[in-house]
């Protein structure tokens, strides 16, 4: 596909997309905005006329924000003067911003920017912050789920472990949500899957293993009961006494790489602000996979890689929606 050799094109010719050259963007004639937006699919390179069925114009427009709209203008039988926004159906659709603050707003919620430098960047509420975060954390998810495939497998280790959620302050008289949240991570690479779930029966926990990991695979868990149907659920269960050890002495099962899970998790929430997580839990556990699959050592391309993300789900429009 040709689109993708120009994605390529373009991520190499912006140096992989540091805050300069968005800024550069920001700042410089808005046909550049334009063309760097059409090239990396975030808006459309075309538009279909609904009156003609005609491909529209992209027109020079002085007084929109956006500097150019699609439009058409016909005389005589069938006159009409129809103007599309560039940006339906896309990432900018429905904000009052400028594409390039989005990209640049993007490009801080990839770096984890705290909702505080945002504001003060961009000159935006924290509202607008929070909400484009949460719109952020849909791509994350929408990018996992398509790109998930079940962990483990024949000769594989896969730790499991639930962990709860939050803090009971008794003492302010306050009640605070507790959630359980169910996770596995696999040894030597970079998938996992955590879910919120609704109690820690052997019935939730067998299931939510049997949809995230191959049947065969070796699964080793602590010793809670809900954990024993494992074995003649077709996996090979291995289990480390968390009351006595956290490392069994004759077998040497560990769940370390859970357990660290779980701190860093609980760390990235808590920088987060838990009152904010709290709403919006599953989409946090969400962002939290999404960087661990696909950060790390990667981490200078993954902002272009989250572009690449938001034009699966944001489908630039090329024509008016069905009616
Ligand atoms: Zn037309």
Known sequence: MSSRVDHRAAEMQTGLFDLSFLYGLKNGPKRDVIDFCMKMDLIAKEYVCPACNEKMELSECSTLEDGFIWCCRKYGQNAHHIKRSVRKGSWFECSHLSMPEVLIFTYLFVKKTSNEWIVDELIVSELTVLDWKSFC???????????SKKLGGVGHVVEIDESKFGKRKYHKGKRVELKWVFGGIERGSKESFFCVVEDRTAETLIEITKKYVEPGTTVLSDCWKSYRPLTEEGYVHYTVN???????????????GIEGTWSAIKAQFRSQGTKKVKDEFDSYLGEYMWRRLYGGATLKGLFPCFLRGITVLYKPQTRDSPK
């Open 137 to 147: 954390r849909e791509v994350c998810i929408d990018m996992i789920i398509r790109g």
């Open 242 to 256: 968390h009351s006595v050890n956290f490392k069994d002495p004759i077998t040497g099962v560990h769940t370390n």
